[in-house]
């Protein structure tokens, strides 16, 4: 059987070699790899380097797998990985995997051999469908997955990592014959920014008299006393027990964060202590468009605190997330936080109609908005 070669413009997708062992432990050892790979040991060693070699070379004997080495055309040095796994040819299946070295990144190396990879596959192949796979919190995966036409479904819950026996979601997708992109091809703006702004550790965000940092557990006591105001129970309602709130920052806030689906900031006064919480949510059916939700303790009101916040957050959500557009909603007699809201430059469209879901049914509320032309002046320019 002839060597496996394929090539992508300045790239070439070939078998790995016993050759490339050396420069397989310099790419692999390395701690983004570490951090996401469901398989690949840590330390990475020589010897794990040439056992992988011995497997994807068996591999490519027996049908199950196609691809391997991502390398310069030019100079013929190792840039990443590509392979079709995992291949059924009685189902017309298979499984993609990729990853690119540390010093070939932001070049899109694994997009585009692997778009000649999977081309070749539902060409030469035949397949019907290729899956794909990521750890939830491997925005840059995902990112290659979508601009290469996967679908991402949703998520596995607590996949068994070979690696170690941890538990970790996953994201899964699938892509069909038809499905993969041509070369070139963009997301929009706002799923590029925000898969570069949650693929890093959350910000912390100077806003006037205070500051916007990720929850701590330190700040659990404080947000119980805002959640047990019997105005935050009115309006917002949620648990105030120190036990849930301890939960919420420690797992659930980290858990947002990594999916891609909510920036949750404590509002930090000049003593660091916490003063309340403010959230953006990207709205799953329309991720252009956030959701923002402000709560503050009751001795801080009246100090601008969330209308400071509200416009920091504003302002973070248009230029790292690439928003169009926000949202901010409030229970009709709430008159506080509608003055909030205009405050930092929203605009009351109007009221929906139990537009609020709540623990004891729905409310009506109003809804505003806020375009990036209203902060920055220049539409488009967030």
Request: proline share 7%; hydrophobic share 45%.
């Amino acid at each position: 059987m002839a060597p496996f070669e394929l090539h992508a413009g300045d790239l070439v997708v070939r078998a790995f070699r016993a050759s490339d062992a050396g420069e397989l432990v310099r790419a692999r050892d390395d701690a983004e790899i570490s951090r996401w790979s469901n398989s690949s040991p840590v330390p990475y060693t020589l010897a794990d380097a040439r056992e992988f070699i011995d497997l994807a070379t068996a591999g490519l004997a027996d049908g199950r797998a196609y691809g391997g080495a991502v390398t310069a055309a030019a100079t013929g040095a190792l840039v990443g990985s590509v392979v079709l796994h995992s291949v059924d040819p009685e189902a017309h299946t298979a499984e993609i995997g990729y990853w690119s070295a540390p010093w070939a990144r932001g070049h899109r190396v694994t997009e585009r051999a692997g778009r000649a990879l999977l081309e070749w596959g539902f060409h030469r192949l035949g397949l019907a469908r290729v899956d794909w796979r990521a750890a939830v919190g491997n925005h840059a995966s995902r990112l290659t997955g979508l601009r290469l036409g996967f679908t991402v479904a949703g998520v596995v819950p607590a996949h068994r990592r070979p690696r170690d026996g941890a538990r970790v979601d996953e994201w899964f997708g699938w892509l069909l014959p038809g499905q993969l992109t041509p070369p070139g091809w963009e997301v929009p703006d706002w799923v590029r920014r925000t898969a570069y702004a949650f693929g890093r550790p959350p910000p912390t965000l100077p806003a006037g008299p205070v500051t916007l940092r990720p929850p701590a557990e330190r700040d659990v006591p404080g947000l119980a006393g805002t959640m047990a105001d019997p105005d935050s129970i009115r309006w917002f309602g949620g648990s105030s027990r120190p036990a849930r709130l301890a939960e919420y920052v420690r797992t659930d806030v980290p858990a947002l964060w990594a999916r891609g689906e909510e920036a949750v900031f404590a509002v930090a006064d000049r003593d660091d202590a916490c003063a309340g919480t403010i959230d953006v949510r990207v709205r799953c059916a329309d991720p252009a468009v956030g959701e923002i939700g402000c709560v503050v303790a009751p001795d801080a009101r009246g100090r601008g605190y969330a209308t400071e916040a509200l416009r920091a957050v504003s302002a973070w959500s248009f230029a790292a997330l690439g928003l169009r557009r926000l949202e901010w909603r409030a229970e009709l007699g709430n008159p506080g936080s509608r003055r909030v809201a205009e405050k930092a430059g929203f605009t009351i469209e109007g009221v929906a109609q139990a537009g609020l879901g709540r623990d004891d049914g729905r409310h009506d509320c109003w809804v505003a908005a806020l375009l990036p032309v209203a902060t920055t002046g220049k539409r488009g320019a967030a």
